[in-house]
């Protein structure tokens, strides 16, 4: 039997055809905008009740917003991004459960004050300690130059 030519052959496809998201693609300069956009602002403690549970109306940061804020500063893809984030969280409370500090440059000193065990939770106290050096240098600022 004598095979066509190659050009009357029809070609089985191996591929399946994929179609693209069309997302535009960030610059530098739009992802710089971005991270001042979201320079970080003070994070007053959260006031909480008897059993633990935050109270209405104060404003907490939830591993969401983490999320989006560290995209948002890192430039990176938030696909690349939670994976990691989520993992360092997960570490992060096994390591304090577990009765160890933590040393974060960008957080600070972080201790274990004590912890117990209730019904369903486990309560770990913390104690931050954390450089002040935004607030030191704005105080600078605002000294009269002495006298000569």
């Known amino acids: 039997m004598a095979k066509a030519p190659a050009s009357t052959r029809k070609r089985a496809s191996t ?3 994929r179609t693209r998201a069309t997302t535009s ?3 530098s300069a739009s992802l710089k905008e971005i991270a001042e956009a979201a320079e970080p602002t003070p994070v007053e403690a ?3 009740d008897s059993e633990g549970e935050e109270a209405a109306g104060v404003d907490v940061m939830r591993k969401k917003e983490l999320i989006e804020a560290a ?15 989520e993992a360092a969280l997960a570490i992060l409370g096994e390591t304090l459960v577990a009765g160890r500090g933590l040393n974060m440059p960008g957080l600070g000193k972080v201790k274990v004050q004590n912890s117990k ?9 913390l104690r931050l300690r954390r450089k002040m050096t935004e607030v030191a ?12």
């Open 15 to 17: 591929s399946k055809s």
């Open 25 to 27: 693609r960030k610059t």
């Open 46 to 48: 959260p006031e909480v």
């Open 71 to 85: 995209v948002a500063r890192a430039g990176v893809k938030k696909r690349d991004a939670k994976p990691a984030i």
């Open 117 to 125: 065990d209730l019904e369903e939770v486990q309560v770990v106290n």
């Open 137 to 148: 240098e704005s105080d600078e600022e605002g000294l009269a130059e002495p006298a000569e």
